[in-house]
């Protein structure tokens, strides 16, 4: 079956960093865009960042950009979150998330891909606490 799983979460001060990674299995990793979302306590889930299956394009959201990179190992089956400059609106459970659309180009991804519903299939999460 497919398994998205997450590691790489737990706590860190304020502009501190921490690496995600989301090992995938049981799909094609390569045929999948991937995206990472974060939910924090008493907020809806939210888009943090998506890439295509080649990896050559790539989307964050607002809060994300200049802080955050999300890279792939098709290799390896993962996808990976690195979070710097961290901060305590940061706190959130962090979930990877596969996507079979293959986007054709950035504005698509954009459109797309920031999108809970273009996902077929979620990881469990990772806690991310960031202390001030």
């Known amino acids: 079956q497919v398994q998205l799983v997450e590691s790489g979460g737990g706590l860190v001060q304020a502009g501190g960093s921490l690496r995600l990674s989301c090992a995938v299995s049981?799909?094609?990793?390569?045929?999948?865009?991937m995206g990472w979302f974060r939910q924090a306590p008493g907020k809806e889930r939210e888009f943090v960042a998506a890439?295509?299956?080649?990896?050559?394009?790539?989307y964050y959201a607002d809060s994300a950009k200049g802080r955050f990179t999300i890279s792939r190992d098709n290799a390896k089956n993962t996808v990976y979150l690195q979070m710097n400059s961290l901060k305590p609106d940061d706190t959130a459970v962090y979930y990877c998330?596969?996507?079979?659309?293959?986007?054709?180009?950035?504005?698509?991804?954009?459109?797309?891909?920031?999108?809970?519903?273009?996902?077929?299939?979620w990881g469990q999460g990772t806690q991310v606490t960031v202390s001030s």
């Open positions: 049981g799909l094609t990793f390569s045929s999948y865009a």
């Open positions: 890439i295509s299956q080649s990896g050559g394009r790539i």
């Open positions: 998330a596969a996507d079979r659309i293959i986007y054709k180009s950035s504005s698509s991804l954009e459109t797309g891909a920031n999108k809970e519903s273009s996902y077929d299939y």
